[in-house]
């Protein structure tokens, strides 16, 4: 997808209607249009970058700061908020939708009924110490 197809891209160019709550120099927040909750926020770059791997790490740095305040915003909003959840999805089987990389804000509340439907069991420490391994030498093989 082209930076002129791509949905966000439009959002950050102003060709596309959108309730923009923060803004800086690399990052926007805007509110989600389908929010798990009200005040729902999306932080993106606003360089095109499909996917996590395609943001360098001051720009991911970014969007994690932009979200640690937001997050503090939305604690101090008034909207109902006893929590909030920070949420990067990467790549379709994650449940990207729109590819453009984008982190999630969103405040959360008893009973609020988001959860992430997983499989949480403890494993074995040998199970972990082979991944831990294999990661370290996927790190060691990654640019940085």
Not at 44 to 65: C, N, T, V, W
Not at 121 to 136: F, G, K, T, V, Y
Request: net charge negative.
């Amino acid at each position: 997808m082209s930076a002129d197809e791509c949905i966000f891209c439009r959002v950050v160019a102003g060709t596309v209607e959108s309730s923009r709550v923060y803004e800086d120099e690399d990052v926007l927040a805007f509110m989600d249009i389908q929010p798990v909750a009200d005040g729902h926020l999306l932080v993106i770059p606003k360089r095109h970058a499909p996917y996590l791997a395609d943001l360098d790490e001051q720009l991911g740095m970014s969007m994690f700061r932009a979200g640690q305040r937001l997050a503090a915003a939305l604690r101090n909003s008034g909207l109902p908020c006893e929590g909030v959840n920070l949420f990067l999805a990467d790549g379709e089987v994650a449940f990207q939708e729109v590819f453009h990389a984008h982190l999630h804000v969103f405040p959360r509340t008893p009973g609020d009924g988001f959860r992430i439907d997983a499989d949480w069991r403890e494993q074995p420490r040998a199970e972990l110490n082979d991944a831990s391994e294999r990661i370290r030498s996927g790190m060691a093989a990654s640019p940085s």
